[in-house]
């Protein structure tokens, strides 16, 4: 078997949902940065009408911010609840992916 | 569906309202329809909708005889009966529809045609008070649109539409001539019923035309029809609205006189009569007097009554009608209805009046969206453009009454959705008035409707507002939104300028940053970076860019300078890790977004780069420096580890983390080493990573050199490192003392298993078989650890003494092993007890071994090899002996097996024969899978076809997979001719093939260059990497080795050697030599090693595909006439030559144009029995080529023109296409043949019918990108747009290669009623997926969902799997099975329909 690519460090993920379309990545960056260190934080826009979709990742470097997030019973931001949830990477990457597909003979 | 066909929704609280009234002897008057709704009202929809469509069914089989439309209507009553869930989901849910949602049904009904009656009745009913939120008017236009529009495309109406546009007319206040629309039903010789005269009646009262009521009124005496409160109910309105209420409650008395108690539609008219006029007081009256009769009106009612009331002008009196409401169940939906209704007809404040009655639900916390009362109705206002003065008051006072949490966002998110800049901008400022922040992002709507219409003002304009209203646009919004709208940034700087906007800020800088790296141009990357008015910028914000860039370009320098800069400026990484983190973070991702082979490739780069990077003193961390070496690794490129590990501090790396054959190791070692002990320190670490790292470089001197001036510093690591090095070195003296110097210092030591194999292994070899035995019982002792590979290590070892004949040794070894427990005694590993008897070759013996290992260990190792060798040598005694054994102990069977793959294998099949033909002798998969597996590792050609051929009858005996093994030996030895004989023998044998077979086949066709005569199953997964086989000491091998790697220039060198060292190759190396050299274009060394194969070989001749690449290459170096004669000699041999090449060189004879020697060829082929798979086109083609070549037009219209023609009348002959003259012509601009053509074309289709041709040349021009050209065509010839078998077979072709989408858009652009939209867009999505355009393949997901086409689960598939390498998310539910699965279900299908077809 190939040896297969996996991102050197790992990533503590949430998965945000029920983000008003008022928030920017940058906001959602600055609240979570409470909890620890982000390291990736992720609001994905739709290009084609300009607003994002409603849900975000946020990732921390370690465990720990992702246990202070969970934490918390309930984030508000800008008077709206965000639903947060601890995000569960699916178990492929990119490179898996291809693995896989060999796989299926 | 009832909701809509039978309106339950308006009939159940009427059925619940007859009941209540005390004489409610209506019902009797109130005949169908409604009655006959009330049977199924409660609760049986279903059965009705059904009944409804059996009614139907007779109807219109009556009418169409012709059975394809019968076929359309039967598939569309199948989308029927989706649209109508659609709407009456909505009616039921909301009591109404969308504009859109009817127009969507209504395009598709025109799309489909033949739309049914009870469609268009279904349609029409929608286009009244269903749809609140559209003005009247517009209402009855669409009405009437609907009407006109499906009448042309064949929509039969009756009684039943005429009076749903009626009704329509009556929701809508529309103002006709009742005597107008009874002629034209009279001209439609469509009967009114009562139904029509009723609602006629009511649309004379509403204009209150009483004289013209009385009229109908009249027509429905004659006629006899009953008279309903219906009608009563119109008369109290009509006279009401003539002034005259007297007259109006006269008529309840003449209601009763007429036996017809009043009921609450009557009650209705008369209070919608009082409100109409502002009398609250009336309307008072009779709300009391119905209460006294023990009825009431229910909620809607009232509303009617709130409506009439606000539109009359009193909205005074809104809020007493408010109060008694009772909101009942469905109040919601109703009142929004009512609201809506309102805000549509300008009456906002009693919308606003109304929704504030809307319960708001008590929640702990309020300030959750999902609580927030009234979005619809600011969505309605901003739609009906109300004014920003009004829209805030209604916020305030939301915001107030705890209804809403953001009603000013929510109302400025609906004027950025509807794209409504001017209110959009009002709106941020009142937010910023009150202290809500503004964001960036809050511009990206407008900028996209800007950017989609290249509307470079209305960007600036919006750009410029944001500013004034203290808004900077980030980076985001330049790259997404903003410079994608402009061709370069300088202009767009200027007009910022213009405007009073800044244009000197980080986001624009770092934005145009962004934009140069993905366009790749990294000098201006350079250039802005290096600028001083550059602001600071953390690299984060530009990295995911400047990997695109780097990647996109191949100049080393740039790409260091760049980096250099970053590292070094300060304004780039500012962020606390500081350069070593963030520069070595981007070197990582840089690495890691190029593919494996990306790296492979650009290997060399990169060495430059790194090197480069050290001059420049770049620093990354270890940390980095780790993954990077992962990604290196992983890319099969750890070369390049040693170029990356320069950049790190090699201080702080340990061993683990240095990769082997690092000479800069070892020499900062030694330093570091000498350094220590200078200063008196621990040396130990440092020691073991130096003796390691000598290991490494298999300096063994040295490394006991090093060993010997540190010896008392050395630990346990070292020694182990050491003792292995000198085992490889078979250095049995050092190794042993090692062993007992670090036992002397720690008796505890234990080695690993493979240092302990390594010197039982060393130890075995010079002889000292007791210290061999010793280590093995060490072994045992210290419980090393076995592993799997361990195991094998044991056989290795003896297999080594086997060869070397030591009986002793192997025997003595093995039983130790083995009652140590070290290993289990598989067949494997006995066969060195046997190996060693043969390689003596005392046979005997080794059959004795055999036995003794049966007995012992169950297991008959080598027995095969022991059969042969006794059927070599005539033994038959011992033959019979060892038959004898095996059949008592092994069984009949497996000895059958035996002496049968003993007899194959040496040759005697006569013999094998007749043991196969034993009766009872059956197929067992396992051993012919091992035989077979065997003749293909050692290449027994001939044994395997006889296997192959003998169990052809063999009982139960899986063909398909025999001849797998057959074609897996072909592939190997490049056999292509047996292969394809063998592709003969299967249909000859009704073998089904295994997709893998036919994919094996193909791939020896192919890869020979010939055609595939079937359909090769797609694949989809890469092929495995085959093992390369040990070619160190065979030059023959080597030879085919780097051939079939493309390294052909070292094969011809190692050619060379050979024939100076006079060693001579077999036939196949050099034709496959010469082949790789040909399809190099080495003409002249391919010529020389035909040369050197002849002189060692008699009769040497090339090979048909030897030969064909020959004529491929003379054909490419412009030697014709060599090509010909070439073609000549193969063609004298009887060999078949490749298409292809023949093809090449008809082409190039046409370029020429050399029709003589066109037509010689052609002769030259046409003689040869063998099939060539030549295209008769081709010398058509060409020849037509060749006259334009020539300048001779005329005639090569006059030659082409007839064959086209008569190609047509034949119907079994293939298509004749000459797409191929078309693209010719295109690409060499001959305009001038291209006219002629063209006007063929066309004069092939008024005259003879004949669209080929001209469809042909419409697809080149798309293919070539000639828009206008093709479009004109089109519109010449209409015609070519319903050739949907070509215009398809063109776009499932483009759609396999890749960046061809473009091409099938401008198809879909060219023709936009395309039919098969659904096929089409598939196969956009393959294009786009071949090209990982992810965002084009969303738009078209988008799009599909806009225009409501299906989306199969292929197509779902591979967009999902798109998405998810994308790394983005999934939006819909992936179907769980892998592709292969859906296209096998894609085919049967297609199977099954084309069998039902037959």
Redesign the interface.
């Known amino acids: 078997m190939?040896?297969?690519?996996v991102p050197?460090?790992r990533l503590f993920e949430i998965y945000i949902a029920?983000v008003?379309?008022?928030?920017?990545t940058k906001?959602l960056k600055d609240y979570f940065a409470q909890f620890g260190t982000i390291r990736k934080c992720l609001l994905?826009?739709d290009?084609?009408?300009?607003?994002?979709k409603g849900?975000c990742w946020v990732g921390y470097s370690s465990e720990e911010g992702l246990r202070n997030v969970l934490q918390k019973e309930?984030h508000?931001l800008?008077?709206?609840?965000l639903q947060v949830q601890e995000h569960k990477p699916r178990s492929f990457g990119?490179?898996y992916?291809?693995e896989g597909?060999?796989?299926?003979? | 569906m009832a909701a809509l066909l039978n309106s339950t929704r308006w009939l159940r609280p009427l059925c619940s309202r007859l009941l209540r009234l005390p004489r409610g002897a209506a019902a009797a008057h109130r005949p169908s329809p409604r009655a006959a709704g009330l049977v199924g009202a409660p609760g049986s929809t279903h059965l009705i909708y059904q009944a409804r469509l059996f009614a139907i069914a007779p109807h219109q089989k009556g009418k169409v005889q012709e059975q394809p439309i019968l076929g359309i209507q039967n598939k569309q009553a199948h989308g029927f009966d989706w649209a109508l869930n659609k709407l009456d989901t909505s009616v039921r849910k909301t009591g109404r529809i969308t504009r859109a949602l009817l127009l969507r049904i209504f395009n598709d009904m025109c799309r489909t045609g033949y739309p049914s009656s009870n469609q268009v009745l279904l349609l029409l009913r929608s286009c009244g008070s269903l749809l609140p939120e559209v003005p009247l008017c517009e209402r009855t236009e669409l009405a009437h649109m609907i009407w006109y529009k499906l009448q042309v495309l064949g929509a039969v109406y009756d009684a039943s539409h005429y009076n749903a546009l009626l009704k329509v007319y009556l929701q809508n206040e529309h103002k006709f001539s009742p005597t107008e629309f009874l002629s034209k039903m009279e001209e439609a010789k469509v009967q009114p019923n009562r139904v029509t005269y009723q609602r006629l009646i009511a649309a004379y009262c509403n204009e209150g035309d009483i004289e013209g009521a009385s009229k109908i009124l009249g027509f429905m005496k004659t006629k006899e029809l009953p008279i309903t409160e219906s009608v009563f109910s119109s008369l109290v309105t009509g006279h009401a609205r003539t002034g005259d209420m007297e007259n109006a409650e006269n008529i309840l008395s003449v209601m009763r006189d007429a036996g017809i108690e009043p009921g609450p539609d009557t009650y209705l008219a008369l209070l919608n009569a009082y409100a109409e006029k502002g009398d609250i007081n009336n309307v008072k009256q009779i709300l009391e007097k119905v209460k006294k009769m023990e009825g009431y009106f229910m909620d809607r009612d009232l509303m009617q009554v709130i409506f009439t009331l606000a539109k009359a002008g009193y909205p005074q009196y809104v809020q007493d009608i408010l109060s008694q409401l009772r909101c009942e169940r469905g109040y919601i939906p109703d009142a929004m209805n009512l609201s809506l209704t309102l805000i549509t007809q300008g009456l906002e404040d009693t919308a606003f009046q109304v929704l504030k009655t809307f319960p708001t639900l008590p929640s702990e916390?309020h300030?959750?969206?999902s609580m927030d009362t009234g979005n619809f109705f600011l969505r309605h206002c901003v739609t009906m453009d109300k004014p920003l003065s009004k829209l805030k008051q209604f916020c305030d006072e939301l915001k107030e009454a705890n209804m809403h949490?953001?009603p000013l966002?929510f109302t400025l998110?609906c004027a950025?959705?509807s794209k409504k800049a001017a209110l959009a901008i009002n709106l941020m400022k009142t937010m910023k008035e009150e202290g809500l922040?503004l964001?960036?992002?809050?511009s990206?709507?407008?900028?996209?409707g800007y950017r989609k219409e290249k509307n470079v003002q209305g960007t600036i304009g919006v750009l410029k507002a944001m500013h004034e209203l203290g808004v900077e646009p980030d980076v985001?919004t330049y790259t997404?939104?903003v410079l994608t709208n402009f061709d370069d940034i300088q202009t767009f700087r200027a007009l910022l300028q213009e405007n009073g906007c800044p244009f000197e800020t980080e986001g624009l800088f770092v934005a145009e940053l962004r934009h140069e790296a993905v366009y790749g141009t990294l000098e201006n990357v350079l250039t802005l970076l290096s600028s001083p008015s550059m602001p600071s910028a953390d690299l984060f914000h530009f990295k995911g860019c400047l990997v695109l860039g780097f990647k996109r370009s191949n100049d080393i320098d740039l790409w260091s300078k760049i980096t250099e800069l970053l590292y070094k400026d300060g304004r780039y990484c500012q962020m606390p890790p500081g350069p070593t983190e963030a520069v070595g973070y981007f070197l990582?991702n840089l690495i890691?977004s190029m593919s494996d082979s990306e790296v492979q490739a650009k290997e060399e780069h990169l060495r430059q780069y790194f090197h480069q990077l050290k001059k420049m003193n770049v620093v990354i961390s270890t940390?980095i420096y780790?993954?990077i070496r992962?990604?290196l690794?992983?890319?099969h490129v750890p070369e390049l580890i040693k170029d990356i590990i320069v950049l790190t501090d090699t201080e702080k790396l340990s061993v683990a983390d240095v990769p082997k054959n690092t000479e800069l190791e070892v020499s900062v070692l030694e330093k570091k080493l000498e350094k220590l002990k200078a200063e008196k320190q621990p040396i130990e670490n440092v020691l073991k990573q130096l003796i390691v790292a000598l290991c490494a470089e298999e300096n063994m001197q040295k490394a006991l050199e090093v060993k010997a001036k540190y010896e008392p510093d050395m630990v346990v690591g070292g020694y182990a490192a050491l003792i292995y090095l000198c085992c490889r070195h078979d250095n049995v003296e050092d190794a042993m003392n090692l062993k007992e110097e670090v036992f002397r210092k720690d008796s505890s030591v234990a080695l690993d298993a493979n240092k302990y194999l390594a010197l039982v292994k060393v130890l075995g070899k010079h002889g000292r078989l007791e210290d061999a035995i010793n280590i093995l019982k060490e072994m045992k002792e210290k419980n090393i650890p076995i592993q799997d590979t361990t195991g094998m290590g044991f056989f290795h070892i003896l297999n080594a003494a086997a060869m070397r004949g030591e009986v002793e040794t192997v025997n003595r070894l093995h039983e130790s092993i083995v009652t140590l427990g070290l290993a289990k005694p598989s067949t494997n590993l006995c066969a060195p007890l046997i190996t060693v008897h043969l390689e003596k070759g005392d046979i005997p013996a080794a059959l004795e071994a055999t036995i003794d290992c049966c007995k012992k260990y169950d297991s008959t190792p080598r027995i095969h090899d022991i059969l042969c060798r006794l059927i070599e040598q005539g033994n038959t005694d011992l033959l019979q002996k060892a038959m004898d054994f095996l059949n008592q102990d092994r069984g009949e069977m497996a000895m059958l097996y035996d002496i049968f793959f003993a007899f194959l294998n040496t040759g005697k099949y006569k013999e094998a024969k007749k043991i196969i033909e034993t009766p009872g002798f059956r197929a067992r998969p396992g051993r012919l899978q091992w035989f077979a597996e065997k003749c293909i590792a050692t290449k027994q050609m001939e044994t395997l076809e006889n296997l192959v051929e003998m169990t052809q009858k063999l009982f139960e005996c899986d063909r398909d997979h025999m001849y797998y093994y057959l074609l897996k030996l072909y592939k190997i030895s490049n056999e292509w001719q047996k292969a394809d004989a063998t592709w003969t023998k299967m249909q000859e044998e009704n073998v089904i093939p295994r997709e893998?077979t036919l994919r094996l086949l193909a791939d020896i066709l192919k890869n020979n260059s010939q055609e595939v005569p079937f359909d090769v199953p797609q694949i989809?997964?890469?092929d495995?990497v085959e093992p390369a086989p040990d070619s160190e000491n065979n030059p023959e091998k080597k030879v085919l080795i780097l051939c079939k790697e493309g390294n052909v220039q070292e094969a011809y060198n190692i050619l060379l050697e050979a024939q100076k060292k006079d060693i001579m190759f077999p036939l196949f190396p050099y034709s496959t030599l010469i082949q790789a050299l040909l399809s190099k274009g080495c003409l002249e060394e391919a010529i020389k090693v035909k040369n050197i194969a002849e002189t060692h070989i008699k009769g040497f001749t090339l090979n048909a595909a030897a030969s064909s690449r020959l004529i491929l290459t003379q054909v490419r170096r412009d030697y014709l006439k060599d090509a010909i004669s070439t073609l000549k000699t193969v063609l004298e041999r009887d060999l078949v030559p490749l298409p292809l090449a023949v093809t090449r060189l008809i082409q190039a004879l046409a370029m020429k144009g050399d029709l003589e020697s066109i037509c010689t060829v052609e002769k030259m082929v046409e003689n040869l029995a063998a099939p060539t798979g030549l295209s008769r086109m081709l010398f058509v083609n060409n020849i037509v080529l060749a006259h334009i070549k020539n300048n001779n037009l005329d005639m090569a219209v006059e030659y082409i023109e007839p064959l086209l023609i008569s190609g047509t009348q034949n119907p079994d002959a293939p298509m004749t296409s000459i797409s191929y003259v078309f693209r010719k012509v295109i690409e060499e601009r001959l305009e001038p043949a291209l006219e002629k053509l063209s006007a063929m074309a066309e004069r092939l289709i008024s005259q003879f019918g004949v669209y080929k041709p001209a469809t042909d040349l419409f697809l080149q021009y798309v293919d070539a990108g000639r828009v206008d050209d093709a479009r004109f065509l089109l519109q010449r010839c209409g015609g070519i747009a319903e050739q949907k078998g070509i215009l398809l077979a063109f776009i499932a072709k483009t759609s396999q290669k890749k960046g061809q989408g473009q091409k099938i858009k401008t198809l879909l652009d060219l023709i936009p009623d395309f039919t098969e939209k659904e096929i089409v867009y598939s196969y956009l999505l393959k294009c786009h997926a071949l090209d990982k355009d992810v965002?084009s393949a969303k738009?078209l997901f988008?799009k599909m969902k806009a225009e409501n086409i299906h989306t199969d689960e292929i197509f779902l598939k591979r967009l999902a799997?798109l998405l998810?390498?994308a790394?983005?998310?999934v939006p819909f539910t992936e179907p769980p099975e892998?592709?292969?699965f859906y296209v096998e279900q894609l085919r049967q299908k297609r199977q099954e329909i084309s069998s039902h077809d037959v």
């Open positions: 190939a040896v297969t690519r050197s460090r029920r008003p379309w008022t928030l920017a906001d994905p826009f290009k084609e009408t300009g607003f994002h849900f309930s508000i800008e008077g709206v609840k990119r490179r992916a291809n597909a060999a796989d299926m003979s | 916390n300030s959750e969206s949490s953001s966002q998110y950025l959705e922040p964001r960036p992002h809050y990206w709507p407008l900028l996209v985001e997404n939104y990582y890691d940390n780790r993954g992962n990604l690794n992983a890319c893998r989809w997964y890469k495995h965002f738009m988008k799997v998810k390498n790394g983005e998310a892998p592709f292969s």
